[in-house]
């Protein structure tokens, strides 16, 4: 089954006044669906959608078990609301989502956490999607960490522009990082250098890294420490990440020189699947070591990553194979993160023209 992405569902405040300024911010922001009267909306609907109990609407939200069949006729997506008061209503909510509801969207009172625990667990084996209310944005991360995989939206009843921006930063580290594979074509020595191995205070697993590169849009998953061998110990909480004047993906879309990194900085760490989560930097150390550079091609973009040149670190290949550093050549393929070209001014990408080589 495909995985389902996090989303946030705006429902639009009726003190709203130039709703179409909104969301066009909201749109831009990521944010496709909205729920509001569809007679508000004035002006032309580009790529987004309106949620209602409206039959002009373009997602029809009803509340009662009886009105699937009616919703049907119409051919439209449907949303089933409903609060949940008993386990009763766990079992009518399962049964809309069987009956071919798009989404169910909850709403809990005193006991919140345990019926979305166990509607997250049965909604792992079904089609639809699961949403709940929020009042304010910091009740994102914990709402989308229920059982670990979470609701899969939530609907914010937003006032503002800066709440709709603060929900989106809470969210951007909670949905997958879309990752490709590129073609190795250069790998050689390129003399001594410091490099930046960074211990963070979470155990890693296999598959998990550290998106680095020395551009600003190209970024090669460096594997972390977990794999010991005869000579060396696992450190599954460490990466050898690379020279120090390579970018790293730290939260909120933003990146950091490796030089930049100390104690108590937050981190994103990525796994072969794309799955993303924040980690801690425990220390940082720069050593001079012997380095590597390593050139791969993806979609007719050239990126490039300088590591140390040991067997430790390692780059994620096909069907999940680790390859070393000193192992790789030409022709090999490993997982890269490509995004649109930008600009960099302390970490946050800006529209510029930008030539890197």
Partial sequence: MPQKFKEIIIQLDEGIEDLSSFIKFCVNEGIKLFVCDPQRIKFDKVNFSIIHNSEFADIILIDKIEDIERV??????????????????????INAAKNGAY????????????????????????????????S???????????????????????????????????????NPIELKFAKVIDVREVGMGDRACIDTTSILSFGDGMLVG???NFFFLIHNESIGS?????????????????????????????SEIESGDEVLIVNQNGTQKIVTVGRMKIERRPLMLVKAECDGEIGSVIVQNAETIRFVGRDGKLIA???????DEVLVNISQKVGRHFGLSVEEFLLEK
């Fill in 214 to 216: 020395s551009r600003s």
């Fill in 72 to 93: 049907k006729v119409l051919k439209k997506p449907f949303i089933f609301s409903m609060e949940i008061k008993s386990k009763e209503d766990i079992e009518v909510v």
């Fill in 103 to 134: 989404a169910v969207l909850v709403e809990t009172s005193d006991w919140r956490i345990i019926p979305l625990e166990n509607l997250v667990a049965e909604f792992q084996k079904l089609q639809s999607k699961l949403y709940t209310r929020i």
């Fill in 230 to 258: 005869e000579f060396t110990s696992p450190r599954p909480f460490r990466v050898n990440a690379g020279a120090i004047h390579s970018y790293i993906q730290v939260p909120n879309g933003k990146t950091k020189y490796l």
């Fill in 136 to 174: 304010e944005p910091k009740e994102i991360k914990t709402l989308f960490g229920v059982l670990e995989k979470g609701v899969d939206g939530v609907v914010l009843t937003a006032k503002s522009i800066d709440e709709v921006r603060e929900a989106k930063l809470i969210l951007s580290p909670l």
């Fill in 325 to 331: 550093v000193t192992n790789l050549k030409k022709g």
